[in-house]
């Protein structure tokens, strides 16, 4: 298996290396704008650039790298007959809607109200919920890749480590770094750090995720030698009739 489009013929740094300069770039107005905001020069910052927002231009970069991602695994399934592909494709477009639609958030609310949840252990019935619905969908994560390992031959497995890293690396910012915020917003409330904390975990959870985001579509578009060669091998050693799983 190849890279998914001929016209790509960058390698793995030089794409991987503009796709976090764009990250850093919406970072820096994020954080050169809070900064002074902060100190009584500007204005807040305007939405658009704010990280934490959905729809904002540097959430909509993230979309659009989930996209990007979807499309050349799928191309690659149909090309190579991968199913290795196709299943992460479905992974990733799980993610697509879960970042752009809110529904981790919307489903977990639906879960604490309608359970009956109480607050506990500095979680309000909804980040109980959240938690719920995230448990879920790693649940559906594994099962996906035990599938792919249990049929896949050696590349296509040393390609799942790699999926299966790029989604405990969402997990850890996504649901760690955000955990760590809430309790910490929770004992810093009405002290004067408690503004400036806010911001800067939201660098933290939404500037990690687009890194994270930047790697894996450096590596799908633009494989590492490593990676090159785990593509190349991956048709092969798939099925003894040459198709990959």
Known sequence: MNRPFDFLTAPFRTVLIWLIAVDFGFILIHTTGFLLHRAGLAPEIPSIFVISRDWALPEGFNYLKWLVIIAALLRIALRDHCGTAFAWALVFLMILADDSMQIHETVGWLIGEGAGLQAQFLMEPADQGELVVFGLMGLSVMLLTGFSFARAGSASRKLNGFYAAIIIGLGFFGVGIDLIHQTIVHFSERHPSAEFLKHVFALLEDGGEMLVASV?????????A????????????????????
Do not use: E
């Not at 894996?216 to 590492?224: G, I, K, M, R």
């Not at 990676?227 to 799983?245: C, E, K, L, Y």
């Open 226 to 245: 490593i990676g090159s060669d785990i593509q190349h091998r991956m048709v092969g050693d798939a099925r003894p009739d040459g198709r990959a799983t």
């Open 216 to 224: 894996a579509v450096a590596f799908t578009l633009a494989p590492p």
